[in-house]
């Protein structure tokens, strides 16, 4: 593992103008890393990409390489690109255990983060490095978000997670696990209490219903759901996976590890929006795809389909008269999600779109003046790398806000 490792980084040029670093959506320092790393100056390494990205361990794993850091190495035009990320995963990885932090000078202010997901962690690597008193509020039992209960445990081992919460004890930050706010405790609670800033990372929880007739039916899931505790779930021998972006992709694998026979992906048009290669894995692994099949309804059979008609650039012209009644014994909807409401309804001030994503300024400042946000509750569902990367600079933002305050 070290020589294919040695290897890549031994393959890197040096480029003057990395396009590696230009493809990656928070510029890590690609060709500097690889030299420390040839240089044995491992830990060094390893800082850098912290401090450029405290998501680095998580991002060398779970990016889309191939169409960010590796999909634009100059080597790639001819032959195979480097391989940051197995680097990167080394480094960072290592890093993990060993790292130990300084302690910087203290602020005296207390500051709230609200989502312990990639923008949360973020936020709170920066603003605790900065000297603020961090405290952590999260809905669930442990930290992580997306990564823990998304992103399916053979692409991303939770472990990971559970070593990456001693950066937080290192850091001295607070983790308040099972407390969502805009229940029992709400932001103005935040501020009555003396936190001087707050930043929301609260993701988009809510999946998206199709508003169909049989939603409700026993034999049907939501994706998202679904992928929180896959053992809870009995789906029996065939499902049908409704959508065909990258959540449906890790359903359909999630499904045939866990005993389903013959898992059936649905698009209603020819297009597919998950990456190319969660596809590739997803057909390999042995999920079916079918195009041209708009869900009309489920029942306890299954879901009954309206077939399209195409034209000759692919759009859908039209339906067949008669809808098809398919057999599955469970049905899982993966199309969207949204944020859930719960603080916009519940904090002064703060307003959303009419998605419900929340509205926020160039730094990062929703329209409750003190209160940050990033991530998906900000943008939609989007990816870690892009969470961690706004949220560093919202964290940025945060501070210079507090030290505007005295
Ligand atoms: C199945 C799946 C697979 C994915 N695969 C990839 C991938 O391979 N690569 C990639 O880059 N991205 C992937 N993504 C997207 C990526 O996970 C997200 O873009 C990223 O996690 C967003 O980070 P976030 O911090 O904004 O939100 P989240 O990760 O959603 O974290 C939000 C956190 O806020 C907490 N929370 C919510 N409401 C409250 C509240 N009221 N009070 C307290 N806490 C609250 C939640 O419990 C959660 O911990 C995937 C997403 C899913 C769903
Ligand atoms: S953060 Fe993601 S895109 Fe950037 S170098 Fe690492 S793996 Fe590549």
Sequence with gaps: MAL???????????????MCQKGCPIHTPIPQVIKKFKENKLMDAG????????????????????????GHCVLGRKGSPVSFFSIERFVSDAYLDRVRFEK????????????????????AVVLAQAGYDVTIFDDNDHIGGMLRYGIPEFRLSKTILDRYRKILDRL????????????????????????????????VWRPKNLGIEGESYPNVH????????????????????????????????????????????YARSRRIAASEHEVDYARLDGAEFVFGHAIEK??????????????????????????????????????????????ILTTHG??????????????????????????????????????????KRTAEAMIAYMEKQG
């Design 350 to 391: 703060l307003e959303g779109n009419e998605k419900g994503l929340l509205i926020t300024d160039e730094n990062g400042m929703t329209t409750r003046p003190g209160v940050f946000a990033a991530g998906d509750v900000v943008h939609g569902s989007r990816t870690v790398v892009a969470a961690a990367d706004e949220a």
């Design 47 to 70: 800082k850098q990409l912290f401090e450029n990205n405290p998501m680095s361990v998580f991002c060398a794993i779970v990016c889309d390489h191939q169409a960010q850091c590796a």
């Design 222 to 265: 939501f994706g998202i759901s679904y992928l929180a505790n896959p053992g809870a779930f009995r789906l029996g021998q065939s499902v049908a996976v409704i959508g065909m972006g990258n959540v449906a992709m890790d359903v359909a694998r999630t499904a045939l590890r866990h005993g389903a026979e013959n898992v059936t992906l």
């Design 104 to 123: 910087p000078e203290k602020k005296g202010k207390r500051t709230a983060v609200i989502g312990s997901g990639p923008a949360g962690l973020t936020a």
């Design 298 to 343: 489920i029942t306890e059979e299954g879901p009954v389909f309206r077939i399209a008609l195409f034209d000759d650039d692919n759009q859908v012209v039209g339906y067949e008269e008669e809808p098809v009644q398919v057999h599955a014994d469970s049905t899982i909807l993966a199309v969207s999600q949204a944020p859930k409401n719960k603080l």
């Design 4 to 18: 294919v490792i040695m290897n890549e980084a031994n393959r890197c040029l040096q480029c003057k103008v990395p």
């Design 172 to 203: 001295d930050i607070q983790f308040r696990p099972n407390t969502a706010l805009g229940e029992a405790l709400t932001i103005d609670n935040l501020f009555r209490d003396g936190y001087s800033s707050v930043f929301i990372g609260t993701g």
